[in-house]
């Protein structure tokens, strides 16, 4: 079965600094990956998302984030922090082909500070 | 995508009682499915919503505590019943594969509803 392990609980960044996500999973074949982001109050919503091919994938928000199958990790990425981009963020690997269910990793919680 | 609604969006409930929280897509969808959320955890799936037939349960969840239903392929029900402190939760309900007049769309990723917050005194 596969899993997702984000090592950060929480993370603080100052408002246009730089920002990386990390998430690292597990599983034996090609995953499916996917970041989400949950603003306070708020359902999931999808930021991107890899299945196949280029594995440096663009997302919504100004995101990126980079498939490297040699250390199984799925990094989220942000050039300039906004405060708005405050939330929590929620890697998840899903099985390849058709239709399927994913496993959630345990959440970052990102603090932006002015 | 999809648009998903969910109702209630937040409930405060009395220990004992049952809450049914409704989710309706606005677009055909191929699977439903029910998430919990405990306060300050992950997502955690509870079942998959078979249109028509009974939904397929997750390790750890009965169909007496969460019956489910769909009777067609936009509408599903989570019910929380006889329910404790325990329960207080969100319940959020993710949809997959929109049905499109000759094809399906977007059927490997999953989309959320905003999500119904439940608490249990």
């Known amino acids: 079965a596969q899993s997702v392990t984000q090592p950060d609980i929480h993370i603080t960044v100052s408002e246009g600094a730089s920002l990386e996500l990390r998430c690292n999973y597990s599983?034996?074949?090609?995953?499916?990956l996917f970041w989400y982001v949950q603003s306070p109050g708020q359902g999931l919503q999808l930021l991107l998302k890899?299945?196949?091919?280029?594995?440096l994938v663009q997302g919504i928000k100004g995101f990126e984030a980079e498939f490297k199958r040699s250390q199984s990790s799925f990094n989220l990425r942000k050039p300039s922090v906004h405060w708005s981009d405050a939330a929590e963020y929620f890697c998840a690997v899903g099985v390849a082909g058709g239709y399927q269910k994913v496993t959630f990793g345990t959440g970052t919680k990102l603090q932006v500070i002015p | 995508s999809a648009v998903i609604s969910q109702k209630p969006s937040r409930d405060i409930c009395q220990r004992g009682t049952s809450l049914t929280i409704q989710c309706q897509v606005d677009s055909q969808v191929t699977m439903m499915f029910w998430y919990r959320q405990q306060p300050g955890q992950s997502l955690t799936l509870i079942a998959t919503?078979?249109?028509?037939?009974?939904?397929?349960?997750e390790s750890g969840f009965v169909i007496d505590k969460f019956p489910i239903s769909r009777p067609n392929l936009t509408f599903s029900t989570l019910t929380v019943s006889n329910m404790s402190p325990e329960d207080s939760s969100i319940y959020l309900c993710?949809?997959?594969?929109?049905?499109?007049?000759?094809?399906?769309?977007?059927?490997?990723?999953?989309?959320f509803g905003p999500g119904t917050r439940l608490t249990v005194l």
């Open positions: 890899y299945f196949s091919g280029d594995t």
């Open positions: 993710s949809v997959v594969g929109v049905v499109l007049a000759t094809s399906t769309s977007g059927t490997d990723t999953q989309y």
């Open positions: 599983y034996g074949a090609t995953p499916y």
């Open positions: 919503a078979n249109q028509g037939s009974e939904a397929t349960y």
